[in-house]
């Protein structure tokens, strides 16, 4: 999923100058977390690099070098990146028997992450460079949770160029275990300015020279290499620090530092710009210059701004400060050299079957053609593992092409659909509509055959919309086609969200006689039968389904997902109905976790998980908390126009724990997330932890709280926390998720 190049630090070139005092009190306190922050060109990567090599020698701490980009910036793609960096680095995880716990990313990646390193008797340190490109509220907050739970034996190391909102770090360094290293730390001084000049550059300046040298690069590693570079190749004093090097002077200083007097030089450096990673078969294929490979090199030794991604060798990269410079003079000057360039790349290496490189490439070149025919590939729909992922690569595509490409549109609205983002999917079917009169879209008849589609996939609010979607589209479509089973997969789901479970399992057992099902399918369909067979009173049969259900998670590595949602429903239901309601609420906890991945509740998952957590804590004779969950799952069908047999279903399970005293009536509805930070409002959390342990911003927390105290009727928190339990919105027992017990 990942190359390899991305879990190793970049090689150090032999002129970087050695700077182990910048670290060395982080050596000696080994702090929880460290945070290298500055802009580009201060040489962070190359000393904690350099440090990192030191530091692990002999029974030093051991290292996990994880490199960013901008298609981890969502909590998912950070630690599934983290934790194939940590397994390539040797922290033993062991093999869970069945499949992955539902949970989301905190309980399916993280907190196996941290019972990983909690086991293991080393000391670790796990880097993350380029942490700027992390972007996203949700991101940021899987971060802040990670630092505030790792276990004493981590310490993680955050480079970045601007600061990031991390309010765990903030408390970490007021306890004196967060550290901060900036630009007054990485900054070279004139000793180590003078060592450089001498030992990488054979370069001896006099005093008043150096003073000069210090006074226009202040010590900016980078400019320090381009100046001493353009010295080393003849480039006069004055001319070489032309300008302060933040100001204009910095363009003067990479022509001359790389390239000096040769315009050929520069132009394939430009060239070269284009690549976010390349090796020599790469350059000679593209760049057709028998020249350019050993220019790259000669540049890579003579200044360290091209380094080396593998100790083998072979994967190299340009450095982002000169890349950026050198790729925005090539858009000026050339832009039909540039997509060239990139068609040319994504030839020659697509062989690597990296998909995030290809995209890369595609788009430099501006063939989104291409993109939407690998986006759209139904037939071939797990190209891309993550929805975010395939939507960050939509958001680089400029707007006037997303008009005029209706494949575009309709992966947009397809992925936001399922993905919960019904606005987004609204926008993407609209903006198809207008262009759909300029190209088809593959397996579809008509604009209308592909919004019946996208409908029919998630209802949201309106079982009965979705359901007449889905049969408009199977109406007109042969059961050969590829998207006809996922339509009846979704409409056997709206029979049962309607109470019509005998119909749903006519539909099941037709997709199970039809062709082999796709593997998401093979999960869903026995889970969807297992509810159904639940409804009907046939437990044996449920719990046959849910076996086959097993197996297929176990065969496909199908975790924490929350298009698997009603696996982890279907699973509740039976440890309850087992004798086993414990495991039945841990079950449903773990899956409420996944749901909050999604902005809203797709096939109305969380009600039903919240009836199945109800279900439980009956079971385990917690009258109030089982209405508390059933109140929590009403609350969620207000405004909704037909959420089918949910609210029919609903009341029985309360009809059942006999004697159930009525709701006192809340002053206005509280929405589920207000209801969730309802439920911490009773613990010593702050309003900004509040909003940590929900990966919401602290001032998002606040407003949540202020709304909670007019709809309760409340000017204090306690006054909040006596009225949610008089209206039975939270129980009298409250964990506090700082507690240990």
């Known amino acids: 999923m990942f190359p390899v190049t991305k879990f190793r630090p970049p090689v150090s070139a032999a002129h970087a100058v050695a700077r182990p005092a910048v670290f060395e009190r982080a050596s000696r306190e080994r702090p929880s977390a460290l945070v290298v922050r500055a802009p580009a060109g201060y040489g962070k990567t190359t000393a904690v690099a350099q440090w990192l090599s030191d530091s692990g020698q002999g029974d030093g701490p051991r290292g996990i070098w994880v490199s960013l980009d901008q298609d981890d910036d969502d909590p998912e793609g950070l630690w599934l990146a983290v934790t194939a960096g940590a397994t390539a680095a040797g922290l033993h995880q062991p093999h869970r028997s069945g499949a992955a716990p539902a949970g989301g990313v905190r309980a399916g990646l993280i907190v196996p992450l941290i019972d990983a390193f909690a086991a293991s008797p080393a000391p670790w340190t796990l880097v993350l460079d380029d942490a700027h490109l992390l972007d996203r509220e949700s991101t940021l907050a899987s971060l802040d949770w990670f630092l505030g739970h790792a276990p004493d034996n981590v310490m993680t190391v955050i480079i970045t160029r601007t600061a990031l909102e991390l309010p765990t770090f903030e408390r970490l360094q007021a306890r004196g275990r967060g550290m901060e290293l900036g630009i007054d730390e990485l900054r070279l001084d004139a000793r180590q300015t003078a060592e450089l000049l001498d030992t990488s550059y054979g370069l001896r300046l006099d005093a008043r020279e150096l003073a000069h040298l210090e006074d226009l690069t202040d010590g900016w590693p980078a400019a320090v290499s381009l100046v001493a570079s353009a010295l080393s190749r003849g480039v006069v004093l004055p001319r070489a620090t032309a300008g302060r090097a933040e100001g204009g002077g910095l363009d003067a200083l990479v022509r001359e530092g790389l390239a000096g007097s ?3 030089d520069h132009s394939l450096l430009q060239m070269l710009s284009i690549f976010e990673r390349f090796d020599a078969a790469t350059v000679d294929a593209v760049l057709g210059d028998a020249r350019a490979w050993p220019l790259a090199m000669e540049v890579a030794e003579r200044t360290g701004l091209i380094v080396g991604l593998d100790g083998e060798g072979r994967w190299w990269r340009m450095h982002q400060l000169v890349r950026d410079r050198l ?3 090539l858009e000026r000057g050339n832009p039909e050299r540039r997509r060239a360039l990139h068609r040319l790349a994504f030839a020659a290496l697509e062989p690597e079957h990296d998909l995030a490189l290809s995209i890369h490439h595609l788009i430099g070149a501006e063939d989104y053609d291409t993109v939407a025919d690998i986006l759209s590939n139904v037939r071939a729909n797990a190209v891309v593992p993550r929805q975010s992922l395939g939507l960050s690569w939509l958001d680089r595509i400029p707007e006037s092409a997303l008009n005029r490409d209706p494949r575009l549109a309709f992966w947009e609205a397809w992925a936001t659909a399922t993905g919960g983002d019904p606005a987004r999917r609204d926008r993407a079917l609209a903006r198809g509509r207008r262009a759909a009169g300029e190209r088809a879209v593959e397996g579809f008849d008509s604009w209308d055959d592909v919004e019946d589609f996208v409908h029919s996939m998630a209802c949201y609010n309106d079982v009965g919309a979705a359901t007449r979607a889905g049969e408009r589209f199977l109406a007109g479509h042969d059961p050969s086609n590829p998207l006809s089973p996922l339509v009846a997969l979704r409409l056997a789901t709206m029979r049962y969200l309607a109470g019509r479970c005998a119909e749903a399992l006519e539909l099941l057992d037709a997709l199970d006689r039809g062709a082999p099902l796709p593997r998401p399918l093979r999960v869903l369909v026995p889970a969807y039968r297992a509810l159904c067979d639940f409804e009907l009173g046939d437990r044996a049969a449920a719990t046959m389904q849910i076996d086959r259900m097993q197996r297929a998670r176990i065969a496909f590595e199908v975790g924490a997902d929350p298009v698997y949602l009603s696996a982890e429903q279907a699973i509740a239901r039976q440890h309850t109905e087992t004798g086993a309601p414990d495991a039945a609420r841990a079950t449903v906890m773990h899956a409420l976790g996944v749901a909050r991945q999604q902005p809203s509740d797709t096939v109305l998952a969380v009600p039903y998980l919240l009836i199945e957590l109800g279900r439980a804590e009956a079971a385990l004779g917690r009258r109030s908390e089982a209405l508390i969950a059933l109140t929590q799952a009403e609350e969620l069908c207000d405004g909704a126009v037909d959420v089918g047999a949910l609210l029919t279903r609903i009341s029985a399970l309360r009809a059942s724990l006999h004697g159930a005293r009525s709701r006192r009536p809340v002053r206005g509805h509280l929405s589920r997330r207000e209801l969730e930070v309802l439920e911490l409002l ?39 926390v006596a009225a949610g339990r008089r209206a039975e919105l939270i129980g009298d027992l409250v964990r506090d998720p700082n507690s240990r017990s």
């Open 682 to 720: 009773p613990t010593s959390l702050s309003a900004a932890e509040i909003g940590s342990e929900l990966f919401i911003s602290a001032n998002t927390a606040r407003s949540h709280i202020k709304s909670i105290y007019q709809k309760l009727g409340a000017t204090t928190r306690a006054e909040a």
């Open 327 to 329: 790729t925005a003079e």
């Open 262 to 264: 040769s315009p050929e």
